[in-house]
């Protein structure tokens, strides 16, 4: 286990005035998917630039599987590839043609590059697509040609750099099939993303970054708890009864409770603060008083956070970011 | 982990869009991979070589450049300058045909620049910065791709001056020489154009400092007329300068003579080139 494929400590890149990556620590473990979330802007391209050999940090120190980005760069680059987020292949050229250049460029043999590239185009199903040239393609056959060109040598480590902005939802989940594949086979995948959706799919754990630092760091279930462990929402059968259930709401939860514009509906957060009950047990003595109060409820739920929830709480500054 | 079927439906929608990648195949593609020793310096060079080749099969109008612009000179400053300075348009020719090749190719190596400037800003660059492989070989294979433009430009034009009446003394085994020593010295400049190609922000800017460079550089040489005519501090410039020893070594060879002397001068020249600006080109190129 404690294999580390990344270990970065301190990074900084800076340009001009600006810090776009101002000291991140990483650790990321070998064989899973690492997801780093952050709005735009947020120096995640950056990182992943230094981290694939791309940029020279200007401080700090990274390494990928042990070897230094700058010191043995080219050792890294054997063992890593990049999809950034634009196509990273030459669009006049076709499909085959660029599968066949970086199939050379990795050492193959004229055939072996001509069939492997055969091979991963009939895989990303691609092969009708095989003889266009790459700038005809929709925005999700042009992702998919990219991360085909990734793992013509099936790499170590595999940056993904919001692989999925833009695409439609299809694209996306054939995207995120294709990254499920990768990391079964045991290649670790750094992910960078605006998307939380994408990061909870896939990813094992996640660093949220926001102006060039790591802001929090954890299992999405860290993550999620850190920030309040969720909110209740209760349904009524008589809207007249929902004053009286804000009431009892209120004392059962020490929390406030938000009338839902639907007359019969109420939602209360449940943070778990201030007692040793867990949110689920709270809720469900909240519910025991609410039919004790002869309220009739016909519907309770309780929602954990999502990760949108974490993700504004955690970037949130006087309500400007994200 | 959810696959998708492979060919399940026979509706075609949209074929292309639609057709899905199958995770089950690419999980057998992935695994007992073994990879290949890496390409060495120079099949990494050819390989993207064989990529410059690849983008004029698939943008044929970049052509032009090579093909138009050597035809045009030839004619226009044949009929030109071929009454008044020689005589005679047959005569003039004699003189100018090499030296005109020498001035065109010149002058083309700087598109070199401008491809540059606009294919590094493109994402495939970063891909190629980080494949572990000698690290000039993206800009070698470029400059490769370019000579054979340069030779494109080099038999259309000797084609046309033949047709107007140039006759080289030197034969066929002059004229490839001539070619060969211009080809060598052309792939050895083009290095001020990928520096410029990668030190500059914009494509304009790419294009305007090479004009600056170019058209002093070829103009003020012995390509149009012999440098005699000139002022003294000209004449030092002119004597002096790599298109003159090149145009000289080029005109000797194809006349069927061996110019020694011009030759190294050009050698040496391209020798500085490669060494000062292939070594600038590739600080920057590494530090990107």
Known sequence: ?322 | MSTVAPGKDSRQTDALAFEAPRAEELAALLVGQERPPRPGALSASLTFGWRAMLKIKHVPEQLFDVTAFPIMMVLMYTYLFGGALAGSVSAYIQFLLPGILVMSVVMITMYTGVSVNTDIEKGVFDRFRTLPIWRPAPMVGYLLGDVVRYLIASAVMLTVGMIIGYRPDGGVTGVLLGVALLMVFSFAFSWIWTMFGLMLRSEKSVMGVSMMVIFPLTFLSNVFVDPKTMPGWLQAFVNNSPVTHLATAVRELMAGNWPAADIAWSLGWSAVFVLVFGAVTMRLYNRR
């Open chain 1, 1 to 322: 286990m404690a294999d580390l494929a990344i270990e970065t400590e301190g990074l900084v890149k800076v340009f001009g005035t600006n810090r776009a990556v101002d000291g991140i620590d990483l650790r990321v473990p070998a064989g899973t998917v690492y997801g780093v979330l952050g709005p735009n802007g947020a120096g995640k391209t950056t990182a992943v630039k230094m981290l694939a050999t791309l940029l020279r940090p200007d401080g700090g120190r990274a390494t990928v599987f042990g070897r230094d980005v700058v010191r043995d760069a080219d050792a890294v680059r054997g063992r890593v590839s990049l999809t950034g987020q634009y196509a990273s292949v030459d669009e006049d050229l076709t499909g085959t043609e660029n599968l066949v250049l970086l199939g050379r460029l990795l050492g193959h043999s004229r055939p072996g590059a001509r069939e492997r590239s055969a091979q991963l185009l009939a895989a990303f199903g691609l092969s009708e697509a095989a003889d266009k040239q790459v700038k005809n393609y929709s925005g999700g056959m042009r992702r998919r040609i990219d991360i085909a060109a990734s793992i013509l040598n099936t790499p170590d480590l595999l940056f993904l750099d919001e692989p999925t902005t833009g695409l439609d939802p299809r694209s996306r989940n054939q995207v995120w099939d294709i990254v499920r594949a990768v990391v079964a086979q045991g290649t670790t995948v750094l992910l960078t993303t605006q998307y939380l959706d994408e990061a909870d799919q896939l990813a094992s754990r996640i660093a949220v970054i926001d102006h060039g630092k790591v802001i929090a760091e954890g299992t999405k279930g860290e993550l999620k708890s850190s920030v309040g462990s969720g909110s209740v929402q209760v349904r009524l059968r008589h809207p007249e009864q929902r004053p009286a259930a804000e009431r009892v709401l209120a004392t059962a939860l020490k929390a406030t409770v938000q009338l839902d514009p639907d007359p019969v509906a109420l939602t209360a957060t449940v943070d778990g603060q201030g007692t040793d009950l867990g949110a689920a047990e709270q809720a469900a003595r909240a519910l025991a008083e609410l039919a004790g109060a002869g309220i009739t409820v016909d519907n309770f739920a309780l929602g954990q956070p999502s990760l949108d929830e974490v993700f504004l709480a955690l970037t949130d500054r006087k309500g400007t970011t994200a």
